[in-house]
Nanobody
């Protein structure tokens, strides 16, 4: 099982920014480098939904509701994937999780709360 450690959540006023980070401290770089990494979010009582993903080659994919506001990036040398969230809205309030590939390896989640 891949350990993923998330950080960067918190509370912010609408229009503000947060940056989430997810690192895989025990994964060797050669395994992390080609993996698709994704950020998902979950509302209470709902299933997790994809926010953004990035391939090993750096190709990105975004959900329509975050396009132009969020940016996903990765640093393979640090085995880290980040999510820069700008112009946050109250509707973005959720628990955010990173995921290794399409596996069941998830981080512990980090709460993002946006207040108006």
């Amino acid at each position: 099982q891949v350990q993923l450690v998330e950080s960067g959540g918190g509370e912010v006023q609408a229009g503000g920014s947060l940056r989430l980070s997810c690192r895989a401290p025990r994964l060797i770089t050669s395994t992390f480098r080609p993996a698709v990494m994704g950020w998902y979010r979950q509302f209470p009582g709902k299933q997790r939904e994809l926010v953004a993903s990035i391939s090993g080659a750096g190709n990105t994919n975004y959900a329509d509701f975050v396009k132009g506001r969020f940016t996903i990036s990765r640093d393979n040398s640090k085995k880290t994937v980040s999510l820069q969230m700008n112009n946050l809205k109250p509707d973005d309030t959720a628990a955010y999780y990173c995921r290794f590939g399409l596996t069941d390896d998830w981080g512990q989640g980090t709460q993002v709360t946006v207040f108006s």
